[in-house]
């Protein structure tokens, strides 16, 4: 099935921030300088996108992790993966805690209050809590601060991890899951008062955003488009904006083993 | 892992957490490194094992793990990145500051050590010379980027000499000075003084308007230009106080004077608008503020006239030293110089002095306004015509351009003066 009658590659992103706009119209012209005509749709929310990549109304889905799975069930195994971002490998979720609160284990958490980000996040709630089963929390007995701020972008937008972090420094939870990446650039950008907060434990690693697309799409698109991302530079001045915007310094090709925990965490917490 | 053996720079992070003030060590130690170069980071704190290698992951160094020392401290190591490298050769090994008491730090003595570059990259933008700079920055629209055609090598000179120059129109003019002179006299001295002001005006605006377009890189044009800004500025204060001080006020602005200036706003090349402006037109003035100062009827009129001379003089000399380097540098100039002038003459309908400004200089000459008196003052106009044509002739003969051309040009300058 061919999904646009001319040589166009459609891409699917999802709005979660104006500057989305900047990011794609700017990789638009980067792609038409390659000689690869590339044009994009906005969704709102990612289950929209990932139902409009099945239809074959988009060729390619720049997908969350969780988005990212889900098309691989759905298509049983046979989808593509095309590419993703440097930041988004070996990412990494971080149990932080007020250091007056007196938790030194994982198993402390037990009777207190662990805030956690949107339900549909996969660094600051999915993985986490499940990371968290595993190394031997009884997650019944730990009172979860919910913030479901961005639900249907999957966390993109970092504003429950951010909430993580000042329900922290309220002390209206004793603990918080957050992403690595929130948490090592807040620190870096010097907005964390390390004197209350600390950080508990860091999860295993595991992989976050990738291009997707159907296992029918064109073999010319697939080349035309991974040949203008990668030729993406970040000393180039004019890729180096749209790198910064989309929080990456270099594309890297797909690889899979990063999603196994995320299926599984999918399969126990019965989020498919 | 493979571990490398020596690391080149080592900091002691003591308990710092990564986001508590440890960075500050951090960043500029690898800053110290070129990419590659290894770091080693001894700390107590726990909590690095899990964020250093996720902050190296973020800006892309690489982090080779973490060792134990005998002492029980972590020793982390860490390879700089190659991405983000700041461009240029870092700025040290010499201390400018002047060793004796009393001694002027001037910014000729800087660019002596810093000198200009022969062309500037526009990517640096506001980014001081000298300045190591990060790849990736924004392209900015700074359209003057070539040594040759900008920057003269004695314009710091001339900048430490315009700031030490700076003087207060509202305190170092004699105002109490001014006497009661006759009707005829003080308009006379008020309509020079409006003269010379909307002038001035022009030689505020022009000027500001090829500032921004200086890469920074050169910026110590744009730093006299700004000491040319504020002479200007304090000029026309001056002026315009004068023409108020003894009754008469503020007089006519001809429309010759208008069309003149408006050719000055509209010149589009900066060394253009510097040849007319600085070259012929304050060239020219400072012949007028000879003739003002020679026959001025009281002690402000003179004190300003000869303080605005010696500020019109530092910029007539920029403006012949960026026209001789500029010169030395593009053989076609003289033939743009002389289309720019006859495309100038060509818009300017008039030919004439303006009649204000003529009767007004011929009065100031005089003054009195007897027929003999009169008689003296014509004289020293038409003597002060002749003065400004060989002034300007012999400007831009010193400035590169051969006797023929200078006269021609000269004979098309304005008859505003500037």
Known sequence: MSTSSDDTILLGAVAYDPRVVTIWEGIRDHFQQEGASMDFILFSNYERQVDALMRGHIDIAWNTPLAHVRVQRRTEGRSRSLGMRDSDRDFRARVVVRRDAGISTLTDLHGRTLAVGSRDSTQARILPLYFLEQAGVDLARVKLLPFDTDVGRHGDTGTSELAVLQALREGVADAGTVGDLVWVTEQAAGRIDTALIDTLWATPPFDHCMFDALPTIDEGKVARFQKALFAMNWENPAHRRLLELEGLKQWMPPREAGYASLRAALDRQGLW | ?418
């Open chain 2, 1 to 418: 892992m493979s571990t490398p053996a020596n690391a080149a720079v080592a900091i002691d992070g003591g308990e710092l957490a990564l986001g508590g003030g440890l960075l500050a060590l951090v960043r500029p130690a690898l800053d110290l490194l070129a990419p590659g170069g290894v770091l080693a980071i001894r700390s107590r704190n726990a909590g690095l094992r899990d964020d250093l290698p996720a902050w190296c992951r973020v800006e892309h160094h690489d982090y080779f793990g973490v060792e134990r020392d005998a002492d029980g401290a972590d020793r982390h190591l860490v390879a700089r990145g190659g991405l983000g490298l700041p461009a240029g050769r870092r700025e040290a090994g010499f201390a400018l500051a002047p060793s004796a008491e009393g001694e002027r730090f001037t910014a000729a003595t800087v660019l002596s050590a810093v000198p200009f570059p022969e062309r500037a990259d526009p990517h640096s933008g506001f980014a001081p010379r000298g300045a190591r700079v990060e790849p990736g920055g924004p392209r900015y629209p700074f359209t003057l980027t070539e040594r040759d055609r900008l920057a003269p090598p004695e314009v710091a000179q001339l900048y430490d000499q315009a700031v030490a120059a700076h003087w207060d129109a509202a305190r170092d003019i004699p105002w109490a000075k001014i006497p009661r002179l006759p009707r005829a006299l003080e308009a006379a001295v008020a309509q020079v003084m409006t003269f010379l002001a909307e002038n001035e005006l022009s030689a505020l605006y022009v000027p500001a308007r090829f500032v921004p377009q200086i890469h920074p890189a050169y910026a110590e044009v744009a730093m006299f230009l700004a000491t040319q800004l504020a002479d200007e500025a304090r000029h026309i204060d001056a002026f315009l106080k004068r023409a108020r001080a003894g009754g008469a006020g503020v007089g006519i602005s001809a429309a010759t004077t208008s069309h003149s200036l408006l050719t000055l706003l509209e010149a589009r090349d900066f060394t253009e608008a510097s040849f007319l402006l600085s070259v012929l037109g304050e060239g020219t003035f400072l012949d007028l503020l000879s003739f003002i100062e020679k026959h001025a009827p009281d002690e402000a009129t003179l004190e300003l006239a000869r303080r605005a001379r010696r500020d019109e003089a530092r910029h007539v000399h920029f403006g012949l030293a960026h026209l001789r380097h500029a010169l030395a540098h593009d053989p076609s100039l003289p033939a743009r110089f002389e289309a720019v002038v006859r495309e100038r003459a060509a818009r300017i309908p008039q030919k004439a002095v303006p009649a204000h400004v003529q009767d007004a200089l011929t009065v100031l000459a005089a003054g009195d306004v007897t027929p003999s008196a009169i008689a003296r003052g014509h004289e020293a106009f038409r003597g002060l015509l002749e003065t400004m044509r060989e002034g300007r002739v012999k400007r831009l003969e010193n400035a590169g351009l051969d006797r023929e051309q200078a006269e021609r040009l000269s004979e098309l300058h304005t008859p505003n003066f500037m």
